[in-house]
């Protein structure tokens, strides 16, 4: 006569072993950023897609305020590490209060952030030149090993696994250059890489040559 534990673990494996394993597939992100000729509005395409959605915003009260959202991004950046300067933070908020809470271009407070030495410097920041190029600050700069490591997949692929599938193309660093400045998705599954159009020519090279590096 079986003893009750080994009755239960067949019955176990049993039910374990004719268990089908069913596989889920998202849908692709298609949820996009309002546009705007506001600074932040480059910083937000280039940083905010690096952890969420574009549609994430909207899980955000309506009609929240300048202060509120600046306080919002620098719980981003102090709570969940985002990787957001102070100026870009302070842009950030001006570009979400406008298009998406209740705040207006016109403000006076908007117009002066929008005018500041910060804000040029935010613009002009991935202007440098190649001297300044250098690529683990561009890395950590633009977010990119949030969604990138060497060796392995993270979000987006490895570079090690970029660097094998481009290794053999005449215009592989085009080629990489291209996707980082212009984003897309599709080439490595569904998630999504957000543009960097702000990245100057001597950075795209830097981070390529990186890339193909390895």
Known sequence: MQSPLIFFLC?????????????????AD???????TLPGYAIAQR????C????YINFQPPGMS???????MNKMQHSYGAPLAPAEI??????????????????????ALTNSAEAASVRSDSAASAENAAVPALLTRNGCLGCHAIDQKVV???????????KNKGDALATLEASIRNGGSGK???????PMPDLSAAELTALARFVMGQ
């Open 11 to 27: 019955a176990f494996f049993s039910s374990y072993a004719f268990a089908q394993v069913n596989e889920i597939t998202l849908p």
């Open 66 to 72: 300048l202060t509120q959202w600046t306080a919002e």
């Open 90 to 111: 302070a842009q950030l908020g001006t570009y979400l209060a406008v298009a998406y809470g209740s705040a207006s271009a016109t403000d006076p407070a908007i117009v």
């Open 188 to 194: 490595w599954g569904n998630a999504a890489m957000p």
């Open 52 to 55: 969420h959605s574009a549609d």
């Open 156 to 166: 987006g692929p490895g570079f090690k696994e970029v660097a094998t599938r481009y």
């Open 30 to 36: 298609n949820s996009r950023l309002l546009e705007s």
């Open 47 to 50: 940083k905010c897609g690096i």
